[in-house]
């Protein structure tokens, strides 16, 4: 019986490590992008550029926070967490909150609060935590990326590439609990103190896209508006990337929906 060929021949022209580069066919898109379909690349463009990556940095954040392990540890809030800018809880110094309540919490709601919390937590300050996150950047291979801060604030010295992001993004979702945090579109707790909070998800196309799992969103007047987004169909997995992005829920939405269509037109027909 012949085999059944996998969605690789989407991508001919990959064959192997040293393959060429996917084909730039949305260059207006964004900044930079990449888009691939089960692991393999199908479209990308500027996809090693340098850019800011706003609160796409807290995926690394959440990977060091979930491979150490210690998700029920308990989290006393910092004066600094508290003093965070941007995105934010509401955290109040010395509330206590377990770990893995606030990855969820960061995941789901990008607050710069819950991820200096973290970020305090596992490395006694965020200098510390910062030097963990460009260590684990070097061992994984991302080239084109560094950061300054835990949480993505713009920084000359805070920078990654569409193409980093998506390699990053598929190790974090080999965590679980990361990939089960990005899943949700609500999110509510109570910390250890009595005090409740709820939250909606950023990302837009969870509750708008059929089949989306996640991942990230992020946005500071440096980056622009950014978006990682994996959605799942009938056995096929499309990751997209978009870094400064005018209108990232659109052109992801239609970027993941045209790798969707690409892919269904390359299986092959039915053995007979």
Known sequence: ??????????????????????????????????????????????????????????????????????????????ATAAAETGASLGLRRGERIRAGTLLTAMLVRSANDVCRALADWQAGDQASFVRRMNERARQLGLANTHFSDACGHDSPAQFSSAHDLARLARLAMRQAPIAAAV????????????RRYAMRSTNALLAGLPGTRGIKTGYTPGAGRCVIALVQRDGVEVLAVLLHAPDRWWDSAGLIELAFKQARAARPAPAR
């Open 183 to 194: 899943a949700h579109t609500t999110f509510a707790f109570d910390s250890l103190d009595g």
């Open 1 to 78: 019986m012949r085999k059944a060929w996998p969605i690789l021949l989407l991508i001919l022209a990959w064959s192997g490590a040293r393959a060429a580069a996917p084909p730039d066919r949305y260059p207006d898109i964004a900044g930079a992008y990449w888009v691939e379909v089960d692991g393999q690349p199908l479209w990308a463009g500027h996809p090693d550029h340098r850019l800011p990556m706003a609160s796409l940095a807290k995926l690394m954040t959440a990977l060091l926070i979930a491979e150490r392990g210690d998700l029920d540890a308990v989290v006393t809030v910092t």
